[in-house]
């Protein structure tokens, strides 16, 4: 089992910055901390769930979708076991519940669209204009 714990969440004005961290335990620890994807996934009220930006943490390889390409970083760092996404240039449209998830991989890069199977719980971002 992977338990991931995210926070930083917190209400911003326009244009404002935010880190998220995404603290990672269980089966993921150790050894195995760089064979897994880990994702953050947005949600706001009434829409689908969109891929926000995903690292493979066994190396450097990112992607970060269009609509936040050169606002949101996603790094991490691996003697925390954390994963961040450094997001500035907020914009109203970034509000919702971020969502870091993981998979076990055994390829070299990550996609948005792998079949995520560990969740956390959530940290609500609302971006104010």
């Known amino acids: 089992q992977v338990q991931l714990v995210e926070s930083g969440g917190s209400s911003v004005q326009a244009g404002g910055s935010l880190r998220l961290s995404c603290v990672a335990s269980?089966?993921?620890?150790?050894?195995?901390?760089?064979?897994?994807?880990v994702a953050w996934f947005r949600q706001a009220p009434g829409k689908e769930r969109e891929g926000v930006a995903v690292i493979h943490t066994g190396g450097t390889s990112t992607l970060h979708a269009d609509s936040v390409s050169g606002r949101f970083t996603i790094s991490q760092e691996n003697a925390k076991n954390t994963v961040y996404l450094e997001m500035n240039g907020l914009k109203p449209e970034d509000t919702g519940m971020y969502y870091c998830a993981a998979v076990l991989t055994y390829g070299l890069a990550c996609s948005l669209r792998y079949e995520y199977n560990y969740w956390g719980q959530g940290t609500q971002v609302t971006v104010s204009s």
């Open positions: 269980g089966d993921i620890s150790g050894d195995m901390y760089s064979r897994y994807c």
